[in-house]
């Protein structure tokens, strides 16, 4: 069974609330046009630098401004709605980077927490260390929905393949990437990433992106993408400003693709040998 999915480009800023009204309204946008799925980016309800300012207007999950949000969108929409993530408190002082998928009915139906935290050092100056306030996550779920078999990920977890192999032997049809990647790494690696990880395990990838000048300084990369298992992009946004981007979705394309390239029956149990060094000739015994 087909379905029309949607994703959604934000440029998020420092107040949730604001953040919180401009994803209803994209989101209804979204629904107006068809789609039964709609995701939105990473970091959805604030991306703010300054850590000690964000922790002062920081929620639990039950108090969340985007959570509840999310929430009433879907049981209004009746829609499946997916908050690519938002920063959320937790009881011991740090922070979740956390998605939630809602239901028709608004209930939470998925929560995930992203594994991989963006710890880096990129050539143009900017400095990241995710794990300094966030709490890594270290589950990942393959949801059955009605009309697909969906993975989860968050932004910098697209460059770790062997998460999207464990959902894709697992049977996911669907990967969803919500990200907000920065601008340098987005130009070089964004899209080849994201269709990678589409083609290697024959699966739809939905990426919302953060897109522009944030009010925090940053800027971020969007391109928000809908890429089908074949590597096809079937929907793209620009560079900057919000957006909405709909693609039709087949899940009989994802059995297609693993008729053609059957790459997740082949794979193959090995060993790696680390070998000392060489001689002239050939490889030391």
């Not at 997916?82 to 009881?91: D, E, F, K, N, R």
């Amino acid at each position: 069974m087909s379905f029309k999915a949607a994703a959604v480009q934000m440029c998020s800023g420092v107040d949730p609330v604001k953040n919180a009204a401009a994803m209803a309204r994209l989101v209804r946008e979204a629904a107006a046009q068809g789609a039964t799925y709609v995701q939105t980016p990473e970091m959805t309800g604030m991306l703010q630098r300054d850590r000690t300012a964000a922790r002062a207007v920081l929620a639990d999950e039950a108090h969340d401004i985007i959570v509840k949000t999310g929430s009433e969108l879907a049981r209004e929409l009746g829609i499946h709605m997916h908050v690519g993530s938002s920063a959320i408190a937790l009881a011991d002082g740090k922070i979740a980077n956390r998605g939630f998928l809602f239901g028709p009915d608004g209930k939470i139906l998925n929560r995930y927490d992203k594994i991989h935290m963006f710890d880096v050092d990129l050539d143009n100056g900017e400095s990241w260390r995710e794990s300094a306030a966030y709490t890594a996550g270290s589950e990942a779920r393959v949801l059955s929905l009605p009309f697909a078999e969906m993975g989860f990920a968050i932004c910098y977890d697209v460059r770790f393949p062997a998460l999207f192999r464990a959902q894709a032997v697992a049977g996911a049809e669907v990967m969803t990437v919500p990200a907000a990647f920065t601008k340098q790494t987005g130009e070089a690696h964004w899209e080849i990433l994201l269709r990678a990880r589409a083609i290697e395990n024959g699966v739809f990838v939905i990426a919302a992106a953060q897109a522009g000048r944030h009010e925090d300084g940053r800027e971020t990369f969007g391109h928000s993408m809908i890429i089908d298992p074949w590597g096809t992009v079937l929907a793209s946004a620009g560079a900057t400003g919000e957006a909405v981007i709909v693609a039709e979705i087949d899940p009989s394309a994802v059995k297609a693709a693993h008729d053609k390239i059957p790459n997740l029956r082949n794979g193959r149990e090995f060993s790696v040998e680390r070998i000392a060094g060489a001689i002239a000739g050939g490889v030391a015994a």
